[in-house]
């Protein structure tokens, strides 16, 4: 809220999935960053398996179109849709259907749609009016299932506090597995916390970026944000680079003997994220203090 003060309501949406019951809060704001980009929809979702997961992303449905994904997380897809939807639906690849909610309130450009069902199933989430007519639809692939922790093979990344992470304190571990577990092919970096959290790269740890950062977010209000992640062998160092000129970094330490890695961790006052983020470089040097990759 202090990213995008909001200039709408703030407006409770119930869901349930698994038996278990989500509170997620919707409202519009200007980011503070991105006043340029239009009117954002944010939200923050408590409740089941969610820890204050949110966030903000630009609001507009485009000309022409029904209705705009703001992603969500997890299980929970939400976005904006325009006023005339009377109902959500997602259809998932089975053909089984699962109702989802609209909610509207004061200073509301548009209405906000929210629907949970399994992260492994394809959907296309269906809206339609007062009389049934479908609008639009917005269509989505399947997630692959979070795996869980591994026993073994992970390697200390860094000890956080209570309440920038997780509500208590606790340490983040990381480990190398098959890629196969979010769909891609060779080895990924996943990262898992001390409540079985967890943070799982996308993409083959040995092609690009050669730093990845898997970090950054500010969690649950916290003073500290914590940066971390994993970097390519050459890389012996990484640092953030801030607008006013601050930085912050730490030098990355050996992962997994002939995986070619590098791990890396290091905390940054929150307070010195909130003013220009999108303007934030992350950047990494080599051992003759080169510097061999620049990005986000």
Partial sequence: MRQAPPVSAVVPVKLTMDGKTTWTFVWFGYMKNARNEGIALCS????????????CEAATVGTGKVAKSDGGAGSIRLGTVV????SVTAVLGDGRRVPGVLAFGR???YKV?????????????VFADVGGHELGQVSFGADYPT????????????HYPAHVLEPTAGTMKAYLRDGRIVGVTGKVVGFWDSSSSSAIASRPASGPPAVVNMGGEIVNHAKLSEYYGYAH??????????????????RT???????????WAFTVPSRALSVKPSQDALVGYDA???VIWSGR
């Fill in 288 to 290: 003759a203090g080169h």
């Fill in 107 to 109: 200073g509301f450009p």
């Fill in 83 to 86: 006023r005339q939807a009377t």
């Fill in 253 to 263: 330490f050996a992962a997994w003997p002939g995986s070619g890695l590098r791990l």
């Fill in 113 to 125: 749609w929210a629907v949970a069902y399994p992260q492994e199933n394809n959907a296309r989430v």
């Fill in 44 to 55: 923050v979702t408590d409740g089941g398996s969610y820890y204050g997961s949110g966030g």
């Fill in 233 to 250: 062998e050459n890389v012996t160092r990484v640092v953030l680079r801030l607008p006013g000129g601050a930085e912050y970094g730490a």
């Fill in 147 to 158: 795996p869980s922790q591994p026993r073994s093979g992970g390697i200390v990344v860094f």
